[in-house]
Nanobody, 126 residues
Framework: QVQLVESGGGLVQAGDSLRLSCAAS????????MGWFRQAPGKEREFVAG?????????DYAASVKGRFTISRDNAKNTVYLQMNSLKPEDTAVYYC??????????????????WGQGTQVTVSS
């Protein structure tokens, strides 16, 4: 049974930083891709960032966050992080962590991920 638990969300001002964490249970964490998605009120869920399995060493970002957000993983802790800098009000959303079942390469499609966390709220005030 794979479980993902996000933490680190909160209310911040524009320009501030936050670091989200996602702790994963289950074996073979290092062998599969991980992703972060977000969903703002009234909008569809969208891809934010993805990171490959350790062996591939690849990360991918949505254009809207590239240069401001950094995804990383610590396989010893079964945890993936999303460092968010220079936050903007439009970054306000519920952020979800996701894990692929077998894929080692990060995908921008939510259908490529089999397991999801419960989400953590990020609110950025102007």
């Amino acid at each position: 049974q794979v479980q993902l638990v996000e933490s680190g969300g909160g209310l911040v001002q524009a320009g501030d930083s936050l670091r989200l964490s996602c702790a994963a249970s289950g074996r073979t964490f290092s062998a599969t891709a991980m992703g972060w998605f977000r969903q703002a009120p009234g909008k569809e869920r969208e891809f934010v960032a993805g990171i490959s399995s350790t062996s591939a060493g690849v990360s991918d970002y949505a254009a809207s966050v590239k240069g401001r957000f950094t995804i990383s993983r610590d396989n010893a802790k079964n945890t993936v992080y999303l460092q968010m800098n220079s936050l903007k009000p439009e970054d306000t959303a519920v952020y979800y962590c996701a894990r692929a079942e077998f894929n080692s390469w990060p995908s921008r499609l939510d259908t490529a991920y089999a397991y999801w966390g419960q989400g953590t709220q990020v609110t950025v005030s102007s």
